[in-house]
């Protein structure tokens, strides 16, 4: 069966960094795009960051941009995503989330139409 798990959430001070992983299961990554959106308390959930695995290109947020990096590790069948200069206003639930088929969502940079989703890592940034 299809699988994605979030790992690497945590607490972490303002200026601080964090590392998620988004390893998947029942499914090769290689061909399909992986997607992170993350879901503050009373917001809507928002695309952070997405990766085409194929041709190993990415897209932001323009509220990440320059702070984090997502990239693919095809051995591990897991997408991470590194985030740096961690703020209070990235603290959310951080999910990871793919189409089925593969598609290329990402290097259109639209981050709709999700078949799979993991059940969130939660992120705090806080003093």
């Known amino acids: 069966q299809v699988q994605l798990v979030e790992s690497g959430g945590g607490l972490v001070q303002p200026g601080g960094s964090l590392r998620l992983s988004c390893a998947a299961s029942g499914f090769t990554l290689d061909y399909y795009e992986i997607f992170w959106f993350r879901q503050a308390p009373g917001k809507e959930r928002e695309g952070v960051s997405c990766?085409?695995?194929?041709?190993?290109?990415?897209n932001y947020a323009n509220s990440v941009k320059g702070r984090f990096t997502v990239s693919r590790d095809l051995a591990k069948n897991t997408v991470y995503l590194q985030m740096n200069s961690l703020r209070p206003e990235d603290t959310a639930v951080y999910y990871c989330a793919t189409q089925n088929p593969y598609g290329s969502s990402c290097l259109m940079g639209y981050y709709s139409g999700m078949d799979y989703w993991g059940k969130g890592t939660l992120v705090t940034v806080s003093s």
């Open positions: 990766i085409n695995i194929r041709a190993d290109s990415t």
